[in-house]
């Protein structure tokens, strides 16, 4: 099967048939040809429901996963969000089409140049790269800014990391997979503002999940 078709199949099975139903994030699933985000070794598995390796011990996210995380943000065209963990890229190409603009950093310098040529090759202008520990977020970024409406941690982290809470605006958004190496929970904070002015941070545990682990300064320490 050609994989325009294995990918509508995939949006179906795998997404829709478990319940995605933002209508932004299945026609973005629809767009985003996996295929190019995974070496010639797993292209012919590029529309398995599954993770993949992309070297370095990393892996591209299971599509169902990145589709339940995308969804849980409810992110809107006008959003400016921060990613952790570029990866591959392919969720960061699925973010650029649904958000205002993508601020995505990577640790991996290799895997960060990767994507970077791979997104600039689909002809995303809505995509600024950063090399570093995202566990510190992502401060001075240029162009100038200092908060991001959504943030989408796609490592797992023993905590929240504090700056990432502190880059988040009033309103905005931050998804994370909270617990142990082995085994996580996605945690869905939310940054309100309370009666007295104050920040205050609610929380909402969405299901177990399993990342690689999340490593930095306010997260793991290298392993
Ligand atoms: N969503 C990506 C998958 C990411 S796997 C995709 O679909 O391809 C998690 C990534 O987080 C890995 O590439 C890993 O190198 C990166 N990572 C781990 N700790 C990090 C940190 N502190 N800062 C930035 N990236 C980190």
Redesign the pocket.
Known sequence: MRFDDQRIRMVETHLIARNISNKKVIDAFKKVPREL?VSDEWREFAYKDHPLS?G?Q????QPYI?ALMMSLLDIKDTDRVLE????????TALLAEISSEVFT????ED?LMNAKKILKKLEYKNIYYKI????LGWENALPIVSEFNKIIV??ASPKVPEKLLNQLSVGGKLILPLGSINNQDLVVYEKQVDSNGNDCISSNNCGQCV??????KD?WADL
């Open positions: 985000f992309i370095f990393q892996t591209i996210s990145v952790i963990g570029t990866g591959s890229g392919y969720q950093v990577e640790r991996i895997l570093g520990d995202g566990s796609s490592a990342f690689v682990p999340l490593i930095g997260a």
